[in-house]
């Protein structure tokens, strides 16, 4: 299965968050408190480890464009699209209209991140798979074509051009429709391209172990700070300290705040949230303890087991050697 328990972990903590966020507010409308609103900061989490783990299998050997985008194609697109399919057929059948015209072009376009129709409907969370899907037909190319040492660069600036702009426009993105879109967001993801290029240098790497461990605790501080802190727009302060967790427990497996991450429930979860995070939405709409608690997660573990684990092991049948990791 060539998985990491402790990066399924990250995911399960990820998607937990999201979840924590959307149950609040299907069933009471409201959130406990302002630091409970977490689903903007699971998805950060998410970034970040989608630009580790891709930049990381990139640099495993020689990149092939035609190989990395047909098990990103089958990874993904299978599920989605079937979830697409089920908003069309249960609209028809319903007499609902769970999905626009203009909100599935989106979606299989990946740009619902930049459209002004409502963000928070049965699709409103294709905004981050559309945004992940840009960065996936962009950074493979750029990696081929620079090179390791200037990709490092690239992701640097990139970041902190992001967070520099995001600064200075906070007012105007801080707010539903405005939050999602790729120059104010794209710094998780290189933050974490930035991580795997850094612990991808032997010389680099006793120094990153080292200082990952001393500084958990303070990034861990400083993330808590950002969930109780900002809420539509995390800063780049978040995706540093997530950064710095992520090394600190890839690189000490046997460190005490390793062991909750490896937590095998947490972990479970991990391997199946992407289907989850595709399914929840739609059943968060609906409302309901039954909803969600019994058929939102019968239907995300259909999706996984007979949609998302079969299509990505064909993806990876057609390029070679069969690898669950991602």
Request: net charge positive; charged share 10%.
């Amino acid at each position: 299965m060539n998985r990491i328990p402790t990066l399924d972990g990250w995911r399960g903590l990820a998607i937990s968050l999201v979840l924590i966020d959307h149950i609040q507010d299907s069933l009471m409308h409201h959130y406990f408190a302002p630091w409970s609103e977490t689903g903007q900061h699971g998805v950060t989490i998410f970034f970040v480890l989608s630009g580790f783990l891709i930049t990381s299998k990139l640099l495993e050997g020689k990149i092939s464009l035609k190989r990395f985008y047909l098990r990103r194609f089958f990874r993904l697109m299978p599920a989605a699209w079937t979830y697409l399919a089920f908003l069309l057929i249960f609209g028809i059948l319903s007499g609902s209209h769970p999905v626009s015209f203009t909100q599935l072009l989106a979606c299989l376009f990946f740009y619902r991140n930049f459209t002004g129709t409502a963000i928070d409907g049965a699709t409103g969370h294709y905004w981050s798979l559309s945004l992940e899907e840009q960065f996936y037909l962009v950074w493979p190319c750029i990696m081929l074509l620079v090179g390791v040492r200037r990709c490092r660069w690239i992701a640097v600036a990139g970041a902190a051009g992001c967070a520099i702009y995001r600064f200075f426009h906070w007012a105007y993105y801080d707010r539903i429709l405005f939050d999602f879109q790729t120059q104010v967001r794209a710094d998780a993801l290189l933050v974490g391209c930035l991580l795997a290029l850094l612990l991808a240098d032997r010389h680099l790497l006793p120094a990153i172990a080292r200082w990952s461990a001393f500084l958990a605790i303070p990034a861990l501080a400083a993330l808590a700070f950002c969930v109780a802190r900002f809420h539509s727009l995390p800063p780049l302060c978040e995706c540093l300290s997530i950064a710095c967790l992520l090394a600190a427990t890839t690189l000490h497996p046997a460190s005490p705040w390793t062991h909750p991450l490896a937590f095998a429930p947490l972990a479970w979860l991990g391997t199946v949230s992407y289907s989850v995070y595709l399914w929840q939405a739609f059943f968060m709409i609906i409302g309901g303890l039954w909803a969600i608690f019994l058929f939102m997660p019968l239907f995300a573990l259909a999706s996984y087991y007979f949609m998302e684990r079969p299509w990505t092991r064909f993806g990876h049948r057609l390029t070679g050697r069969v690898d669950l990791s991602l």
